[in-house]
C-alpha cells in the first residue's frame, strides 16, 4: 500500500489543514501495521488474544486503505465516493473502539462468563456477522480459521 500525497493544488485550494502532519500520520499508520498471527503459532488453547489482535489490525488495515482511496478521489475531484467513503472510515472506526472498549469492560469485571459472551462478539466482528440471531458455526470457532498453515 503505497502512502497519501496531497497536491500542490490541493494545498493551495484548501490552504488550512496541514498537509505535512496528515501525510506523516498515514505513514506512521501504514508501517506500524505488525500483520495477522496464526492462533497456533501462539497457543493451541487461548485463541482470544489473537482474535482480538487480528480484529484490531483488520480495522486498521481497512481505514488505511480507505483513506488512500478518500484522498485519491479527493485529488481527481470525485466526491460522491467520498460520502461512501468517510462513513466506512466512520463506522470501521467505531467497530473498532467499541471492541476495544468492551474489552475493557470485560477485562475490569473479571467474570469469565463475559469473556465467553466477548469471545462470541470478536468472533462475529472478525467474520462480519451482523444479526443478532445469527449463529456461529461451531467450525469457525476453531483456530484453524486463523492459521494460514493449517
Known amino acids: 500500500m503505497a502512502g497519501i500525497v496531497f497536491s500542490e493544488r490541493t494545498r ?12 506523516a500520520e498515514f505513514e506512521r499508520g501504514r508501517t506500524s501495521v505488525v500483520g495477522c498471527i496464526p492462533c497456533r503459532r501462539v497457543t493451541p488453547v487461548a485463541t482470544l488474544p489473537v482474535k482480538v489482535h487480528n ?13 488512500a ?7 481527481v475531484e470525485l466526491y460522491i465516493p467520498l460520502f461512501v467513503l468517510s462513513r466506512a472510515i466512520l463506522e470501521t472506526g467505531c467497530l473498532a473502539w467499541d471492541a476495544w472498549q468492551k474489552l475493557a469492560e470485560v477485562m475490569m469485571a473479571g467474570d469469565t462468563e463475559a469473556l465467553d459472551d ?33
Open 12 to 23: 493551495l485550494t484548501y490552504p488550512g489543514p496541514d498537509y505535512a502532519s496528515l501525510e
Open 55 to 67: 480484529a484490531l489490525y483488520a480495522a486498521l488495515l481497512r481505514n488505511l486503505e480507505l483513506t
Open 69 to 75: 482511496s478518500f484522498v485519491g478521489s479527493f485529488e
Open 118 to 150: 466477548y469471545d462470541e462478539y470478536i468472533q462475529r466482528v472478525v467474520l462480519g456477522v451482523r444479526g443478532v440471531g445469527v449463529g456461529v458455526a461451531p467450525l469457525l470457532l476453531t483456530p484453524a480459521v486463523y492459521d494460514a498453515t493449517a
